[in-house]
């Protein structure tokens, strides 16, 4: 391929930072004194107190491609964001860029809250590098987009968050640069705005703009990027389609999520020792790999220890969203009437199982969440199991559908 | 095509650098007048006095002088001007290097809002400081002037170019004015110190009276001192119309020029350098 047909050519990319705010005031100085009598900055190794914010990015990004970087916080995107930018300068190797550059990593640089919104549209607009007659002819643009009507001659200070969002946003995206690049900045705003801004993107797309997309919300990156990097520690970890991409990362994060909930969770158990009710463990029904097929049952067991005798206890187990631990899926509780769990003696161990035949989650990495009560204390006992998290699979790998749920359908077509 | 690599600044001479600050300076001439509008009304704005301060400064730094030769704490020296009047010309003429040096060594940190976000030429912010210190300029000039004409002063016509003249002052303050804003972002203590330097400079300096010593290191100092054959020389023209170009005032003057251009030259290859500690 030829060199012209990339937008983005990084090559063997590499951004130091130092830890210490005091080391980094000492190399600051000590590299512009070097710089001055034309030494090299020791740019190749690290001093004391410095890592490798980037090391060693090699990528090639085609004109009119759609990439997302995901990765953990501190794994680099925004500094890789910013060095492609021209803001900070690489440490080792090389980028070159075709094409105009505008970059929304934060929106609304550099405005003043005492001037109004039109001034500030013009101000901004040249910050970003557009001439006072582009802004007067995407005037009209930008303000339907930020939807500000009414607040445009009144001083930015008074806008609420979310329209100086909106406004940094329009200019921004109205400018409508060769190659964008975005940083997290549709995590703001309310749901229409995300959807406006998100469809601005898809239409610079469709117009062969080159746009690199950081996010954490991976359903956006699922929807507007064919291509995704993953991003571990300054280093790309993967380079490739969005779905396997994802199922990567998800797996990646698992192993760190839980070591973090283990911690909170034995934290948790510290407290709840002594009390009338225990739990020991909870499983589900995964291999291995925590992998259960999308077409399996999904078996939920749960061992309690109980410590005081319990008339009458009622348990609720679900399944959460490994992304944000919170939103869930579904519930399954015993009722009564349905099933009850009843007279449970002091000291004993009981395993609770429920099985559920059709769990409807599509491919992903899910969490189970369970919580046990004593119907007459309402003493309740809630976790959320980490080391139990596990992954729906797709063998066949024939579910590349968008979505949370899986649902089983019929289909049908007949002449009418 | 645009391409970033490592230590690619130190791969272009000086000459080529100014020569990229003329060059984008000429292209963002419409951001530089927005930021300057920006910078301009906000600091006028924030104080209670407005553009009071713009007028009343100059005239409250010679007051203060005048209660000290009053009081007999100054030494004026032989001087045939009445010292009001030599005092307001010559507080006018050393705030032009002053001021230039002070607006220009906040440069970076001017823009801390926008500067790690948006990547555009930074050298355009030592234009929009310096715009923003000759606006202030303009207006204690032509307050001084107004008081000197109000009192009857018979001076030289040529003060009316003393916004001319000043250049070279101007040019030492900048050239000096945009090494500290680079130093001052990583080692912030720098201020302080230049603050006292300034202090210093200014008693070697014919600004408040005509230096006479016997001190022969100190008669060498202000000897070497370039500011003082400027501020010497743009005074005599403008209140006596004398036209004195000494050797000394030429060479001053190429020296200011000089420690404009090794400044300008320490900004390119500096700045970039020293943002990231902004973050």
Sequence with gaps: MNETDYSIIIDGLSKKFTRSLKKSLIYGASDVAKSLVKIKATNSSLRDSEFWALQDINIKIKKGETVGIIGSNGSGKSTLLRVISGILPPDKGEIQINGSVGSLIAVGAGFHPHMTGRQNIYLNGSILGMTKKEIDEKFDDICNFADIDGFLDAPVSTYSSGMRVRLGFAIAINKKPEVLLVDEVLSVGDLSFRNKSLRKMSELHQSANTIIFISHNLDQIRNLCSRTIILERGRVVFDGDTHTAIAKYQENSRAKRVSDLKKEANNQDNEEAGKELEIIEYKTNCDKDFKIDVTAPLILECTIKVNSPINELSCSMGVLSEEDYKTCFWVVSNDKNKFSISNLKKGKTYKITVEIKRHNLSPGAYIPNISIRNSETYETYERILAESSFQISDKNLTLLERGILRVHENWSVKEV | MVRYYSDMRHKTNTLMSLYYFYKNIKNSRELIVQLFTRDFTSSVRKSFLGVGWVLLSPLL???????????GALNPGQNDIPYPVFLLMSTLIWNAFVQSFETTSTTLQSGAGFILQVNYPHEIMIVKQYLHFFANYLISFIITTAVLVVFNYDMSW????????????????????????????????????????????????????????????????IELNPLNHIITGIRELCLNGNINLSNQFTISCIFCLLVLVIGLRVFYLGEHKVIEKML
């Design chain 2, 61 to 71: 730094g010679v007051f203060s002088w005048l209660i000290m030769n009053e009081i």
């Design chain 2, 158 to 221: 040529a003060i009316i170019l003393l916004p001319i003249l000043i250049l070279p002052l101007t040019m030492l303050g900048v050239g000096l004015g945009v090494i500290i804003s680079l130093v001052s972002v990583v080692i912030p203590d720098i201020k302080r110190i230049t603050s006292y330097f300034i202090k210093t400079l200014m008693f070697i300096t014919p600004v408040i009276y005509v230096p006479k010593t016997n001190n022969k290191f100190l008669e060498m100092l």
